[in-house]
């Protein structure tokens, strides 16, 4: 942007020799632009998280012309090692008050359909929760679910390690793990948050 604005000084100052030399008269100078208002910034933070052993509260303040709202979520990010980009997402929230806990998970594009993602949480035989896909982007599938209460006790109640299974492009069923610890502290800290 500076660059172009340099570039811009030349032109008009060979131009205005250029009147100069052929005797024309300059152009009055126009007045000088008022510089741009700067939005006013609220005192409250518009993104924070806070971490519960291997989960994060995330919480947003959404600010549009008919509402002001804070949306927040527990959720733990999946990655392999060495590499920066996520292999998978779990979320756990609600998008508004007086609405139920949603179960939301982003994998791969790279998926089978027709399929689900399967979540299992908590003892060996647990029954998994399964999460039936909504919609692919070209950065990941999302599939959803509202738990039940009965479910979410489960999983606060967890001591071993979860899993995901979900069955990639080639048709091959995968098992990611998810952790356990901190989900119970971060969904009171969730429950605590103002929508």
């Known amino acids: 942007m500076i660059l172009g604005l340099a570039t811009l000084g030349v032109v008009v100052a060979s131009t205005g020799s ?7 008269a300059k152009p009055a100078a126009a007045p000088p632009a008022a510089p741009p208002s700067i939005p006013a910034v609220s005192s409250e933070p518009t993104v924070t998280t806070a971490s519960f052993g291997d989960w994060t509260l995330r919480c947003q303040r959404i600010v549009d012309a008919a509402r002001a709202a804070r949306v927040c979520e ?4 999946l990655q392999a090692q060495g590499q920066q980009a996520p ?8 998008l508004a008050n007086g609405e139920p806990v949603r179960i939301t998970a982003v994998m791969p594009a790279s998926v089978s359909f027709p399929s689900s993602v399967q979540i299992f ?5 647990a029954k998994p929760v399964d999460l039936p896909w909504r919609r692919c982007l070209p950065t990941g599938c999302f599939a959803d679910v509202v738990p039940g209460d009965d479910m979410l006790k489960q999983w606060r109640k967890a001591t071993e390690q979860g899993r995901i299974l ?5 048709g091959r069923e995968l098992a990611l793990p998810l952790s356990s610890r901190g989900l119970d502290q971060a969904l009171d800290a969730l429950a605590k948050e103002r929508l």
């Open 121 to 125: 949480m908590g003892e060996k035989d």
């Open 87 to 94: 292999l998978a997402q779990v979320a756990l929230g609600r």
């Open 166 to 170: 979900f069955k990639d492009a080639a």
């Open 74 to 77: 527990v959720a733990q990010v």
């Open 18 to 24: 250029g009147f100069a030399q052929n005797g024309a």
